[in-house]
């Protein structure tokens, strides 16, 4: 990931971008994946991406050294708050969503990604780990999560989360309709445990590849 960082800091049409650790389980944890990494990317067109996929040596070397590897086109519909200052992520106005080969539904009737970030204050970071568990217990149990992952720039203070849901319902159903959520929520604001986070939902408007094993995605995949 070190070396991919002046190549992606040269690419051209390449608007924002983060090199993420991964967690081993479905949120944040303490426990660190050394073999799984993503890249969050927000490109000016598709254009510059397909330009990037076709000659960057990273995903070259990528499709090469990977056991795995899962790639995936959003439509970002919500996004609130900042990220090391900046806000990444413009609303598209739609539907419909333009989509490529590999595309799935672009409705928010259809499947929705959601990501959260945020930077812990060192004096709440106790706090935060803790609560960690009853979510991660709350997540495993709801059948609209079709796949999620823990991420971080940093180890420890600065995490975020990946996740993707059958729609938009499930979504709200693990965000209100479970003590555990609500209540880390509540602390949150309450003990002002962040110094800066974000909030972003997307469509999602292609995939290929896979993630432990298959495509999340799959069964709920159109040609549009």
């Known amino acids: ?38 890249l969050l990317a927000v490109w000016r067109d598709e254009r ?28 970002p519909i919500v996004s609130r708050g900042r990220w090391n200052g900046i806000e990444p992520f413009t609303p598209v106005p739609g539907p419909p969503w333009r989509a490529t080969s590999h595309a799935t539904a672009g409705t928010q009737d259809g499947p929705v990604a959601v990501l959260t970030r945020a930077s812990i204050r060192p ?3 106790v706090a ?47 965000a209100y309709a479970g003590r555990a959520h609500r209540d880390v929520v509540e602390r949150v604001r309450a003990h002002d445990w962040y110094s800066e986070e974000l909030f972003a939902r997307f469509v999602p408007c292609a995939s290929v590849g896979t993630w432990d094993g298959a495509d999340p995605l799959a069964g709920l995949r159109a040609d549009l």
Not at 8 to 26: A, I, K, N, V, Y
């Open 128 to 174: 935060f780990y803790r609560s960690v568990p009853a979510v991660e217990g709350w997540l495993r149990a709801q059948e609209g999560c079709l796949a999620s992952v823990g991420l971080g720039e940093w180890p420890l203070a600065r995490q975020a989360t990946f996740s993707l849901w059958r729609d938009a319902a499930a979504v709200r159903a693990f």
């Open 123 to 125: 004096s709440r970071l």
């Open 48 to 75: 510059a991406l397909e330009e990037f996929l076709a000659r960057s040596p990273i995903p070259a070397r990528w499709r090469r050294e990977a056991v795995e590897s899962w790639h995936v086109r959003l439509a």
């Open 1 to 38: 990931m070190a070396f991919d960082r002046p190549v992606l800091r040269r690419t051209g049409g390449l608007l924002f971008w983060r090199l993420l650790g991964s967690g081993r389980g479905t949120s944040m944890t303490l426990g660190a994946d050394l073999r799984r990494w993503a």
